[in-house]
């Protein structure tokens, strides 16, 4: 069992409450990227052919939001969420409707500046370091239950979207959801909001040491190793996640059930990602992510293997069953290791590192198949990305099982 230090909980209704509202917002804010996606051939077919292109839109979302992150998790730390949120929601209708402008920089710019540094930036990162401080005992399952919201979004928003870009173009999809995005993350923000309760200074394991060390190392070799992790889990994640319609597409099977595979794909990563929450609250992060991480290879794998219809609904289900636990298990593992006064810059420079490999691992699927003429060989090079960050985490919990009290 999990051991933690007993202290008095600072967990009430109004926990859940505000928890549930941040998963509604990260919701809609993160359906503006999954336009481009859904949206993926229509795009490239103005730009040359090149899937490459709106693959590097999105990928420069995800850099956005993440390096984003860093810096609005900065600011939220001295003027308050409330106000990033509410700031971040109109940047987001503003890079939607930028990225309608038909020029190849407008896209670049309206999603990589707008809706991912200004727009999701200003609510992913500082949402985590925000609800870890409304929770001490379930702690992972809330992480799990805010970091839905990309996957709730991925569920509800992309068959929708499919059917709006067939009717009406996807410029005007981008631009009506923009303002949709506004009229509910808006108030929501305003009404609900506000300053979270005081914790303990130090993480549930007490992991930094009188000497400053974690797990016996220097605090921010671990943390390196975290990140470096994190972008290697995170390039295959990515893939079937920015290419799953388009891959379906070249099979042969209608773009319709490609979208609803994508929402396979991430309803079952939604409805996983509370068990992996609580399993982590119960083993710890570092030991969900080395799980998380093995059951997401053998699905990477599986996707080089499958070609028809029935198949890849298989897979991609268990694709979400496996990948769901690992990014807010890396969050808990920080929360975990170090004080919480070093939450507000440690949690969105991980966010960083996760969303570049997200980034990088929609953008080289691209390049990839621009190259190659098939996914294959970009599926081969997530497998690979997932046997490097599998080695360096259970190098972390090796170390870590050799250092508590538990195992010696």
């Known amino acids: 069992m999990h051991e933690r230090i007993a202290v008095p909980s600072v967990e009430t209704r109004s926990s859940w409450i505000i928890a549930t509202v941040v998963l509604v917002i990260l919701a809609l804010s993160f359906g503006a990227p999954w336009i481009t996606i859904v949206a993926l051939k229509v795009i490239a077919a103005e730009s040359d052919g090149l899937r490459a292109v709106p693959a590097l839109a999105t990928s420069l979302g995800w850099l956005g939001f993440g390096s984003g992150g860093i810096a609005m998790g900065y600011v939220a730390e001295r003027i308050g969420v409330r106000s990033t949120v509410i700031t971040g929601a109109l940047m987001i209708c503003i890079g939607l409707a930028l990225s309608t402008g038909g020029e190849t920089w407008q896209l670049y710019v309206g999603q990589g500046l707008f809706v991912g540094f200004f727009g999701i930036g200003a609510m992913n990162a500082p949402f985590y370091v925000y609800v870890s401080r409304w929770f001490d005992r379930r702690r992972g399952s809330a992480l799990a239950l805010i970091s839905s919201g990309s996957y709730v979004a991925g569920a509800i928003w992309p068959p929708i979207f499919e059917r709006a870009v067939a009717y009406a173009g996807w410029r005007q999809t981008m631009l009506y959801y923009g303002l949709f995005e506004v009229a509910v993350v808006v108030p929501l923000a305003a009404i609900f909001l506000r300053p979270p309760p005081k914790l303990p200074p130090f993480g549930a394991l007490g992991a930094m040491s009188a000497t400053n060390t974690v797990m016996g190392w220097p605090p921010n070799l671990v943390f390196a190793l975290l990140g470096a992790a994190g972008i290697l889990c995170c390039v295959p994640m990515a893939m079937p996640q920015a290419h799953l319609p388009a891959f379906c597409s070249d099979l042969g099977i209608l773009a319709s059930h490609g979208a609803a595979m994508l929402s396979v794909l991430l309803g079952t990563a939604f409805l996983s990602r509370q068990f992996w929450g609580w399993v982590a609250d119960r083993v710890g992060g570092l030991e969900t992510v080395l799980t998380g991480s093995a059951c997401q290879m053998v699905a990477m794998t599986a996707f080089m293997f499958t070609q028809d219809e029935v198949g890849l609904f298989t897979v991609s289900a268990a694709f979400g069953l496996g990948f769901a ?84």
């Open 325 to 408: 636990g690992i990014i807010p298990a890396y969050v808990l593992a920080i929360r975990e290791l170090y004080p919480a006064s070093q939450a507000y810059w440690r949690i969105p420079t991980f966010l960083l590192c996760s969303g570049g490999g997200m980034a990088l691992g929609g953008w080289l699927a691209g390049v990839l198949y621009d190259h190659f003429g098939t996914y294959a060989p970009a599926f081969a090079a997530g497998v690979g990305a997932n046997a490097i960050n599998r080695a360096i985490v259970g190098t972390l919990v090796f170390r870590h099982r050799s250092r508590s009290p538990r195992f010696a």
